[in-house]
């Protein structure tokens, strides 16, 4: 099966550096919604060197400066999940980078689960 990260040839990638790069998702959670992917095909976050951590950890920043010029958000979400079981439907590492604004959604308490209607509901 070809992973659609490692086939970068399909992707536009907006930032990138020797261990890792950027892309805009093609199913955005929020507009300007990115993933920062590493080079190398693994599936887990606890899978990385000390080495791709530090890459991926260098484009949030770039990431973040990127959206600021074009979106200017009020905040932002930024996750990963490891497996099936939480979420993960691409088995190839990828971080999210989720732009928020403000009034994006009436309570923004308990994060990325209030940013669709239909995530799971979050009590507490």
């Not at 536009?12 to 190398?40: C, T």
């Not at 000390?50 to 074009?70: P, V």
């Not at 590492?93 to 990325?112: A, C, E, N």
């Amino acid at each position: 099966m070809i992973c659609i990260f490692c086939d970068t040839n399909e992707l536009e990638i907006q930032l990138e550096n020797e261990l890792a790069y950027a892309i805009f998702d093609k199913y955005p959670v929020s507009k300007g919604h990115m993933l920062i992917i590493p080079k190398r095909h693994f599936q887990s976050f606890f899978e990385a060197s000390k080495e791709e951590i530090l890459a991926i950890y260098d484009l949030i920043h770039k990431c973040k400066r990127l959206l600021e010029e074009k979106y200017n958000p009020d905040g932002y979400n930024i996750g990963v999940n490891v497996n099936e079981e939480a979420g993960q439907t691409i088995m190839h590492l990828h971080v999210h980078i989720i732009p928020r604004h403000k009034g994006d959604v009436s309570d923004p308490r308990g994060g990325i689960r209030n940013l669709k209607p239909q995530l799971v509901p979050y009590k507490g």
